[in-house]
């Protein structure tokens, strides 16, 4: 038995390396897809053009001008000279955000009285918006607290764990380790099977001694061998070219990687089988990748979503290996906490397996 499961892995790895194309799909779109995910797609708002309509000739309108002005990720301050300029500015898209400062500021600062300080943000970037909106009101405040005759020193320190600078690419990088992982290993298992269809070379390989258990074996191998392949990748890429610390085990996150492509796997062979073409297959892949992605919690938290869809996302293998790769690099996951989140991976690999496996055997009766 073992002798024919080697034999079809040969076969299959020879198969991927000999065709161009699928050359190409193992080693340029992952790469792609780092540069892109890594350095392209992120939440952090930088070199943003700001407004500011100063109309107060006092100390604490230049003031906060000035703070503003200063601030890291602002890259632009224009300065508009009337209230009027505002709406041509913001619908230009030639700032995110205008400060409008009264005339009367300094002086109802000097008397006591509340001064106000008006924000206008372009809702078409909502959250990028959103997040200058926060920039913009915490360099106000400090400028406030020193006004009104407060302490300079800001009684509140806030400290970030696991993460203390927040640098965007400690949450971005674990995190790709999974979905990149995913995206090859989902398409090398879903046209195995197809593969063999358009060749004609299916039925051949069903009327063979082997048996479908077997056969979904050596279909498998493939995509965990190119599975480990990239993901050593990625965490080789993580330690020398981003810089990432790695607070947990290794051996921890190899173990729960297992089972996590084999929860893959048994997805793309799914697939596989269902599909008569290379084409179905690779449409297959990415009609289940996309949501995948979507409702795994790497672009927005899950506990955001509608309860209804919370639940959807736990058969949903990526949802899982995100907490256990994110988890074990930035805080050290314990073995408890790894084993929690892998238990659904072994659960979701239990059903879509066998079923591959039954409709093998479908086929071949």
């Known amino acids: 038995m073992w002798r024919r499961i080697y034999s ?30 890594a350095f ?24 906060i001008e000035a703070q503003i002005t200063a ?35 300094s002086r109802q600062i000097g008397a006591g ?49 696991f993460n203390p600078n927040l640098e965007y690419n400690w949450f971005t990088v674990p995190g790709l380790i999974a979905t990149i992982t995913l995206l090859t290993t989902i398409i090398v298992t879903a046209l195995s099977v ?19 258990l077997e056969i979904v074996v050596g279909k ?7 599975g480990y392949i990239h993901g050593s990748f990625f965490i080789f890429m993580a330690a020398v070219i981003f810089k990432i610390p790695f607070s947990g085990s290794l051996l921890l996150l190899y173990a729960s990687m ?26 297959g892949a990415f ?7 979507l409702l795994s919690g790497f672009m927005s938290p899950v506990e955001n979503m509608p309860n209804w869809m919370q639940t959807l996302t736990l058969i949903n293998p990526l949802r899982h290996f995100l907490v256990i790769a994110q988890g074990i690099y930035l805080k050290g996951l314990p073995a408890l906490e790894v084993a929690r989140n892998t238990a659904p991976l072994i659960l979701i690999a239990a059903v879509t397996l066998p079923a591959a496996a039954w409709l093998f055997r479908k086929k071949s009766t």
């Open 8 to 37: 079809l892995i040969i076969k299959e790895l020879l198969a991927i390396w000999r065709d161009p194309k699928g050359r190409m799909t193992l080693i340029i779109p992952p790469i792609l897809q780092l540069v892109i995910f």
């Open 40 to 63: 392209a797609m992120t939440m952090e708002v930088k070199n943003a053009d700001i407004a500011v309509v100063n109309l107060d000739n006092g100390y604490w309108g230049s003031e």
């Open 71 to 105: 601030a890291a990720p602002f890259d632009d301050v224009y300065r508009l000279e009337s209230v009027g300029q505002i709406r041509e500015t913001i619908d230009a898209q030639r700032a995110i955000a205008v400060v409008h400062i009264g005339q009367d500021f």
């Open 113 to 161: 009285e509340p001064a106000n300080i008006q924000i206008i943000l372009d809702g078409r970037k909502s959250n990028s918006a959103q997040i200058v909106n926060g920039y913009l009101t915490n360099t106000i405040a400090r400028v406030s607290t020193q006004a009104y005759g407060g302490p300079i020193v800001e009684p509140l320190r806030v400290r970030n764990w």
């Open 194 to 212: 197809a593969r063999e269809r358009e060749l004609g070379t299916f039925d051949q390989l069903l009327v063979s001694p082997m048996r479908p």
């Open 220 to 226: 498998a191998a493939p995509g965990m061998i190119f």
């Open 258 to 283: 297992f089972f996590y492509l084999l929860a893959v796997i048994g997805i793309g062979l799914f697939i596989s089988a269902i599909s008569a073409t290379q084409q179905q297959a690779i449409l």
């Open 287 to 293: 009609v289940f990748a996309s949501p995948a992605i």
